[in-house]
């Protein structure tokens, strides 16, 4: 046990009183030179925020000092929450977020690792504990991207991010030796200087200018230097990157299963560009059939130690932005040599699924294989497959946007009606087997989590011009229930042959949160039994599929429930109710699935003498937890930039639709109705608003006494909570990230 572990132990004891350092020292029978240590320990277990001081120079973990350290996150209104850190291997409940009033924020901004202290006897009306903050332990960013502005004798940023409510006081921008000189309204990145009084506006320094504020290239140039994304690759990357051939080699495919004769293809989004992932078919004697789940061997090409795969696990994934990916390996790779494009040979690692007649698994193989997918098909094309049997009207699908620009292989309508007869029969017998995979794991308890979601579409020159929801229908789910299979019988497999490796795990959830969220739901006439128990969430998700709040309160619902995140350990899957889980289906863009690659590869060599499988690098548990926690944070990073890039695009396109002649009307559902106004979703833009009462002007409205409904004095006419009714965009403030809507 090392000196800060024995320190930490004696500072966890039940009996212990916080002393100073010099106490602890001899409590600990510390020699000099272990003295020297444990006084280097403390300074960084308190500029870390894991000790602090109380009472002058006595020491104590936070949580004893009615201190909370954690990331503080603020409301637009100033007011600001700090969210609790939870300690490694620390059990029992998560501590409650701490709300703190906008006067008691000190110096702090939005994403801040502080330290909060309780006030005493202090709660909000909801019970919730209060505080003040204390101490700042890191800043969140060093720079802020945001509006230049000018005010009569100062200049100011506004941040992009509503959350960070203070401006930002520049020198005179033609000072800032730019090129060309930042003007007011243009879109701008400053780095904050030290700001130590609340009293005075927080400062900083222009140091570069992205373009006027509201342009597509600005706004996307923003959103790279907030997440710190990086579309361009390392000089040394590129050039391993050259040296890869053009085409899978001769040589490569000894030792491999040669799938190049057995119907394989894909099925991805109309303007996918990197495809991962493809199904094989084959029947097998006395009725059996053999599914094999091919995934695009990015190992065989990126080495571990490489410049290749160091820059891959720096980023951990690709980041899929609106209208571009900030990818993970180059393009060379990702679209090309490992993309599993239609016509030509690929290398693959393929978890080969052997079914019964009656659906039930029987068998289950391992093994790198080389493919040359017959159709690149996309889910529309597939679902047509599945459900329509005119041949001509499956031909009569349009194309997907990867065969419009240019890109190999056949249109179903080139295909002969042999080829479509059976590229049907496969997918149908396909479908078959994963609707019986789906019907068995949502009877084990699985939730279906599944939320549509809404696609923007941008022009020419960047801009939103039209929304697309995508809904999660069969041929979805038939791509869904394999790769679901093949990632829990890799995970069984390292996990029963006890090699160190990655999995997905999400956690259960916290009992509070849930019966906090069961509470909320009640007040939308939801009635949810105990949520700790699966059968009655099981039940709750089905209510809400069909009720009028449904998606408004499913998410709600997935934020009460942890994140899953990478971990070392397999420690299962809440929400999929497996107890064996990882990520191996996609490495061309996550990094967690190629180093399972490798680790299947280790059991290829060592374990099934297989000939063609490479000798995976030795990791080690210690090693992968911290890479698992890496990959864990840059996923949280790609999420969080990807929501950006959504909300963004998703104002620009409503405040374009402002300027049309005719406007688009939308459908809408109530969701809150108050005094000034209510709150709208929007279901096929998956968008929400507010209809403000000023605007209602055929008549004067009030809130009913239940608090449910604005009715109209004279007409009587009411706009009453989930209700539906017809709306048009009326107002669109980009700075606040705000959409007002009107009563059509």
């Keep these: 046990m090392t000196l800060r572990d024995r320190l930490l132990a004696r500072l966890r004891e039940p009996g212990y009183v916080p002393v100073n350092e010099t106490e602890l020292a001899r409590q600990l029978h510390l020699n000099k030179k272990e003295r020297r240590t444990l006084a280097f320990d403390i300074r960084r277990l308190l500029a870390s925020g894991e000790l602090v001081r109380i009472k002058g120079d006595k020491l104590c973990e936070p949580g004893e000092a009615d201190l909370v350290t954690g990331r503080i996150s603020f409301r637009q209104n100033g007011s600001a929450l700090v969210i609790p850190e939870r300690r490694v291997n620390q059990t029992g409940p998560e501590r409650p977020a701490v709300f703190i009033a ?4 000190d110096v702090a901004l939005h994403g801040d690792r502080v330290v909060a202290r309780l006030v005493t006897g202090a709660r909000r009306g909801d019970g919730q504990l209060a505080g003040r903050v204390i101490r700042i332990l890191e800043r969140a960013r060093e720079t802020i991207v945001g509006n230049l502005q000018r005010s009569r004798l100062v200049f100011f940023v506004v941040p992009d991010d509503p959350r960070l409510v203070h401006d930002i006081l520049v020198p005179d921008p033609a000072k800032s030796g730019l090129t060309p000189v930042p003007a007011v309204g243009d879109k701008v990145v400053v780095r904050l200087l ?20 509201h342009e597509p290239r600005a706004e996307l140039l923003g959103i790279y230097e907030k997440f710190d994304l990086r579309p361009a690759f390392p000089a040394e990357v590129e050039r391993e990157a050259a040296a890869l051939p053009a085409r899978v080699r001769p040589a490569e495919l000894a030792g491999r299963l040669d799938y190049r004769d057995v119907p394989v293809f894909t099925i991805d989004p109309d303007d996918a560009k990197d495809f991962d992932d493809a199904l094989s078919f084959e029947e097998l004697p006395g009725g059996d059939v053999r599914i094999g789940v091919h995934i695009a061997d990015v190992s065989a090409y990126v080495r571990h130690g490489t410049a290749l795969d160091r820059e891959a696990q720096r980023r951990g994934n690709s980041t899929y932005l609106v209208g571009t990916v900030i990818p993970m390996l180059p393009e060379k790779l990702s679209n090309g040599l490992c993309s599993l494009v239609e016509a030509e040979d690929r290398l693959t690692k ?27 098909l996309t889910y529309r094309q597939a679902h047509a497959l599945l459900f329509q049997n005119s041949l001509d009207a499956i031909r009569a699908l349009p194309l997907p946007a990867a065969h419009q620009t240019g890109s190999t292989g056949r249109a179903l309508a080139s295909l002969s009606d042999l080829e479509l007869i059976d590229l049907q029969g496969w997918l149908r017998r396909l479908w078959k087997i994963a609707a019986k995979l789906r019907t068995d794991r949502m009877a084990h308890g699985s939730l279906d989590l599944d939320m549509p979601e809404v696609k923007i579409f941008v022009d020419e020159h960047g801009y939103a011009d039209r929304l697309e929801r995508i809904e999660h229908d069969e041929s979805h789910q038939l791509i869904e229930e394999f790769m679901l299979a093949a990632n829990e019988a890799v995970a069984r497999l390292t996990r029963e042959q006890h090699l160190p490796s990655l999995y997905r795990v999400h956690d259960d959830p916290d009992e509070e949160k849930l019966e906090e ?28 599929r069909t009720h009028p709040q449904g998606y408004t309160l499913r998410i709600q619902f997935l934020r009460s429930l942890r994140k899953a995140v990478y971990r070392a350990s397999p420690d299962g899957h809440y929400g999929l109710a497996k107890k064996d889980y990882t990520h191996f289906t996609s490495p061309i863009r996550r990094y967690a699935d190629l180093v399972v690659h490798r680790v299947v590869d280790f059991y290829l060599v060592k374990h099934a003498g297989r000939t063609g499988a490479r000798s995976a690098p030795g990791y080690q548990p210690g090693n992968l937890e911290s890479l698992a926690e890496h990959i864990s944070l840059t996923e949280v990073n790609s999420t969080e930039a990807e929501r950006e890039s959504q909300k963004i695009k998703l104002l620009e396109f409503f405040e374009r639709e402002m300027s049309k002649k005719k406007k688009t009307q939308f459908e809408a559902v109530i969701t809150d109705v108050r005094n000034h106004g209510f709150f709208v979703e929007l279901p096929q833009a998956m968008s929400f608003g507010l209809v403000h009462a000023s605007s209602l002007t055929d008549d004067f409205y009030v809130l009913n006494n239940a608090g449910t409904a604005l009715i109209g004095r004279r007409t009587r006419r009411r706009f009453g909570l989930s209700e539906k009714t017809t709306v048009v965009v009326d107002k669109v403030d980009r700075f606040k990230r705000m959409i007002d809507f009107r009563v059509v």
Excluded: C, M, Y
């Excluded at 969220?517 to 809400?544: I, S, W, Y």
């Design 517 to 544: 969220f069961r509470q909320l739901a009640a007040t939308f006439g939801v009635q949810a039994g105990d949520l700790t128990r699966r059968a009655e969430v099981v039940k709750l998700l089905d209510t809400l």
């Design 350 to 376: 393929a978890t080969l699924l052997t079914f019964a007649k009656n659906g039930r698994l029987k068998n289950t193989e391992f093994a790198n294989t080389v493919i040359r997918s017959r159709k690149r």
């Design 194 to 213: 030290e700001w130590k009084q609340r009293a005075a506006s927080p400062e900083g320094e222009i140091v570069s200018r992205l373009g006027r504020t």
């Design 102 to 105: 906008a006067e008691d924020t």
